[in-house]
């Protein structure tokens, strides 16, 4: 996720392709097997503008945490139907994908929270000391598993290869966002030289959460857990901490947003490089027809950006390739039948 001076637009890496979201539209650009270009473009409205509760610092950081797992969730459903065939498309389109969504938030919950937690008592029972769950090291051990676990799960499915390419495009995404965010022309020779690292990525996002937790956790289970202890303790413990989840999320959002505008002042700068240090693992040098679907992505965002909310939701387009793409620039929808 990124966000520059110029309009906010930020991205995400999908299945042969890009996701783009500005401020109202969300476009997404994929490469299908037989090398067409397929982009899916819709107006964004806010749910949470017309609140004034969920625009305030914290609040703010939740919705748009909520926002950011809908949007993706719906721009990696779009990426998955472009690889299928007509055939295959329909058959997806009947089947639920709502149960696959809460299984794999479940195990994620139960893999990256509950299995570090478990994980620091274990060790502390094997080495032979006791370690209160109020204890701030408990915090601080737990907090390095969960980056053991994140790391090592990331540099496992990163040897996938189509999870690689996925890698790739995620480096394509920040390349991309650089360019634009300068102001260069959005070429491909352009974008190719700008770095694949972001202070505003997911990745780092994660990182953040993961400081912010160890803090909040230190600090919070003393006060509301001080008598916790034994295996109860530890299932408070847990409560605790999905309880705290929104808080976290708000607080880092809004830590990351800080951090981001000021990259390279001192102190500052260091505390973003461990989120740097994991982008080394989630983003790939991308080849230039992937950086092709990023700009493509980009230029879609660009032009939704320029018509505004008004100009309502089309199907679908699918041009023959980057070039045709090109050609259909600046009005993507009255030049769709040149496609």
């Known amino acids: 996720m990124t966000e520059g001076a110029a309009k906010y637009i930020g991205g995400q890496a999908v299945i042969e392709g890009v996701m783009m979201r500005s401020s109202c539209g969300l476009s997404v650009a994929v490469r299908r097997p037989n090398g067409d270009i397929a982009v899916s473009d819709k107006p964004l409205v806010d749910r949470w503008e017309s609140s004034r509760l969920w625009r305030l610092p914290g609040f ?47 195990i994620a919950l139960l893999v990256f929270i509950a299995l570090p937690q478990l994980m620091t008592a274990g060790a502390a029972s094997f080495m032979g000391t006791e370690l209160a769950v109020q204890d701030w090291r408990f915090h601080l051990i737990t907090g390095g598993f969960k980056l053991l676990l994140l790391a090592g799960y990331l540099c496992l499915i990163g040897q996938i290869p189509d999870v690689r390419r996925v890698f790739q495009y995620h480096g394509a995404e920040h390349k991309t966002i ?51 202890q034994g295996v109860s303790g530890q299932l408070l413990t847990l409560a605790l901490r999905l309880a705290l989840l929104p808080i976290v999320a708000g607080m880092s959002y809004e830590l990351q947003r800080w951090l981001a505008r000021q990259p390279d002042s001192g102190l500052l700068g260091v505390l973003l490089w461990p989120g740097y240090a994991f982008q080394l693992i989630t983003t790939r040098e991308p080849d230039d027809t992937q950086v092709e679907i990023a700009i493509a992505a980009m230029q879609t965002a660009i032009w939704r950006e320029t018509v505004g909310r008004e100009v309502p939701e089309g199907e679908p387009l699918v041009f023959r390739g980057f070039e045709a793409f090109n050609k259909a620039l600046p009005s993507l929808r009255p030049l769709a039948a040149a496609a």
Do not use: M, W
């Open 60 to 106: 703010r950081g939740v919705a748009a945490l909520i926002s950011s797992v809908s949007d993706g969730f719906s721009a990696l459903r779009f990426s998955a139907e472009q690889q299928l065939d007509e055939a295959e498309r329909k058959q997806e389109a009947q089947a639920s994908t709502k149960g696959a969504f809460v299984v794999s938030t479940l």
């Open 178 to 228: 650089y360019a634009y965010e300068q102001g260069f022309e959005l070429t491909v020779d352009n974008v190719q030289r700008q770095s694949k690292l972001h202070p505003r990525c997911g990745t780092t996002f994660l990182i953040v959460v993961i400081v912010i937790s160890i803090v909040l956790g230190s600090l919070a289970t003393p006060l509301l857990l001080p008598g916790a």
